[in-house]
């Protein structure tokens, strides 16, 4: 990796971990592991690759915290939670919030 890509890496990780809300940093993880196939609104199933816990340090949040905005994104119908599955139902949805 460049030291530019480095610095642009080390500055998203920065900027999301101080500058968004619990819910832009859960909303913007979860498009992040779909990857790149968001095209349109068709749903689309992840696999979250380690445990909520883990998931949630990643993102600077306690474990509770993290559950509770996968609940608020489920009950806004955005997603749908089983275990570590994770069905994206509103992509563009969750893209928004994510902003």
């Given at each position: 990796?460049t030291r530019?890509?480095t610095?642009?890496n080390?500055?998203?990780?920065?900027e999301s971990?101080?500058?968004k809300?619990?819910?832009?940093?859960?909303a913007?993880y979860?498009?992040?592991i779909a990857?790149e196939?968001?095209?349109g609104?068709?749903?689309?199933e992840?696999?979250?690759p380690?445990?909520k816990?883990?998931?949630a340090s990643?993102l600077?949040?306690?474990?509770e915290t993290?559950?509770?905005e996968?609940?608020r994104?489920?009950t806004?119908?955005?997603?749908?939670?089983?275990?570590k599955?994770?069905l994206?139902?509103?992509v563009s949805?969750?893209?928004?919030?994510?902003?």
């Open positions: 990796m530019s890509k610095h642009l080390l500055y998203a990780d920065l971990c101080c500058l809300s619990a819910t832009q940093r859960v913007g979860l498009l992040k990857g196939d968001l095209r609104d068709k749903p689309r992840v696999l979250l380690v445990s816990s883990v998931v990643s600077d949040l306690t474990p993290f559950s509770r996968l609940h994104l489920s806004r119908k955005l997603i749908s939670v089983k275990h599955n994770i994206i139902s509103d949805g969750l893209q928004m919030l994510a902003e």
